[in-house]
């Protein structure tokens, strides 16, 4: 074979970081996001000679794995990382293992030092494939360049695939350098590797039969039927309309149905609605669709819905009865198993969707309770009521929300209400403060045009709030929306819950001037602290057409509420209207705050 | 409603362990490739799982397949999570319970057999009461001079366990062990 002469798709000679780059564009790829190093030079070598991959420059490797994890999320497409070897690969893990527990496809490229040297404790030498073993999907070490073209495809392959995740590609810098022969992407999986996408028929037709027979039935879905993407957003609202059934959602699913469907309940779990997770408890078939029963989830499992049939659909067989037993399991993708299960339904269930009047009326009557509701006021702002003038002034626009971690997250998934999958991006099993602001710059990458905000913390936001300059660098308008009330809020809670309201290191003494730091990166600065000039400054930060920060001044001592507390199940929250101090003060018992 | 409820203390999944832990040995098939042992010893520490025994050797080689035999220790609910986890590394072709399909084939517990190197040393009666018990074990004597012995022996792990006791006080020096090698018997392939 004379490699030199065939087509541009073909085999043929080039340098590993040459195959680098043209393994990114052979598998789709407009944007990565990066931090050059001495062990990668060879690889932004090649980028500086090429335009159809677009570099974003960010100022801290972590920075570039949310930003690629924001990227991905709101495209459906993997998101791309170049990192360096030793300092930059550690950078990068917290956004791995990010990546991991919330099952979203990156593609890590790290340098190496060269193979020579591997092992000599050379200079910036990590072992990265060791390190990043137990928060990839898998990873890889080049040795060889006629290898890593394979490779590389591969780990898109893998990345994207089956149970979506990150991995990661080591690659040495002699590899780099030296020649091989670059093959195009091929469709022959290794044979270990073949996730089941198609559920088994049978298990479908007994959850149909199940379904059927309910009373009580409620719909709980997770991230699992966004990462299967649009199609199977459609086949569940099908679904719902189809059943009449209720429908809540885990914190990453939000979105996969509309908010405003009349079937909706809200989202379930610790700060979940009270409709929600009432339902939750006292149905008698529940019916979860690519969510994991997580901890957040359940309460305490072994009060978790305990008069219920089970039926989990989920693409990974270590999901199943993992945390709680199902009765139905149904290993396969979210979209195919819902076609099947819709086509199903519609030929065999002549609906009776009287027989859950009684069961809706009794949601009706755990609506009323109201559980969001909040105290609202004159002269401070409630984050609550911050939340929802944000939500208000921006729903009609082409609009996509990222969060930090902690009661600004919970606040924002309680009363900003979406419509559309693929809108939200937040760290979920992870909780990664600092994962909203990074994030936030790659959806805007992905969508120039879009109205991209990260609700964010005074304290998670200082964790990544270097990614400014890379925001005014590439012009990226993203509007960072900080809940400021001084204090780290969700401790601040859980200390005065757990811990006899002593406030042990959760309050910022020196904060920065938000409005001068943003001005500092070229950014613009917002302040606000009366809620009656709220809506004109949000007005503002829309129209600015530059990355803003926002420091929303607002109430210090807030609680998120309603609550589900450790320890307790989903019929024993704590209510707003009912959460004294005092019952504040006993919510958790003895044993519960030393096992928490 | 909820008076009956005692709270259990945690959000976090603690939920008392009501199962009794089994011993059970798996077989796992996989790409010969570089850090698959790694993966699979990770992710038994990673998530808390015992390892009891393991042995691994390329078994396939033309097709570069390794076969990986694990003794482990949980209950039916963990064996099950083990299984499935391992399971989702990718270079895992394969991973079946051998005990659980033991029982499956009627045949009890699965074969399983184990070498070891046991090497005992001394002089007079001592020497003469290890050789002695070593043929009843039908272990093999592969390097000696006046003063030692070192023993080659297979069998069960309960049989190895017992010649090891046996030979402490006669004067065991070391001991080397391979690990247990397992398969089910009848003509199937795993």
Known sequence: MNARTTSESGPREMTGAEMVVQALKDNGVKHIFGYPGGAVLPIYDELFQQDDIEHILVRHEQGAGHAAEGYARSTGKPGVVLVTSGPGATNVVTALQDALMDSIPLVCITGQVPTSLIGSDAFQECDTVGITRPCTKHNWLVKDVNQLAAILHEAFHVATTGRPGPVVVDIPKDVQFGKGIYVPPQTAPRTSYQPRVQGDLDKIREAVALMASARQPIIYTGGGVINSGPEAGHLLRELVELTGFPITSTLMGLGAYPASGKNWLGMLGMHGTYEANMAMHDCDVMLCIGARFDDRITGRVNAFSPNSKKIHIDIDPSSINKNVRVDVPIIGDVGRVLEDLVRLWRATVKPDKKALYPWWEQIARWRARDSLAFKNSDDVIMPQYAIQRLYELTKDRDVFVTTEVGQHQMWAAQHYHFEKPNRWMTSGGLGTMGYGLPAALGVQIAHPDALVIDIAGDASVQMTIQEMSTAVQYEAPIKIFILNNQYMGMVRQWQQLLHGNRLSHSYTEAMPDFVLLAQAYGAHGIRCDKPADLDAAIQEMIDVKKPVIFDCRVAALANCFPMIPSGKAHNEMLLPDEATDEAVANAIDAKGRELV | ?190
């Open chain 2, 1 to 190: 409603m909820s008076a009956h409820l005692q709270p259990t203390g945690s959000a976090y999944f603690i939920a008392r362990e009501t199962e009794r832990p089994e011993t059970h040995t798996l077989s796992v098939l996989v790409d010969n490739e570089p850090g698959v042992l790694a993966r699979v010893i990770g992710l038994f520490s990673g998530r808390g799982y015992n390892i009891e025994s393991l042995t691994v050797s390329e078994t396939e080689h033309e097709q570069r397949l390794s076969r990986i035999t694990v003794v482990t220790r949980g209950t039916p609910h963990v064996l099950e999570q083990i299984k499935h986890q391992l399971e989702r590394l990718v270079p895992v072709h394969r991973v079946v319970d051998l005990s659980v399909r033991a029982v499956e084939l009627g045949q009890g517990k699965p074969l399983a057999r184990e070498l070891a190197l046991v090497k005992v040393a001394g002089t007079g009666e001592a020497r003469v009461e290890a050789l002695r018990l070593a043929e009843a074990f039908r272990a093999k004597v592969i390097d000696a001079n006046t003063e030692h012995f070192i023993f080659e022996i297979t069998g069960a792990v309960a049989k190895i366990e017992q010649f090891i006791a046996i030979m402490r006080p006669l004067g065991l020096v070391e001991i080397c062990r391979t690990g247990v090698a397992a398969m089910n018997r009848g003509p199937q392939g795993m």
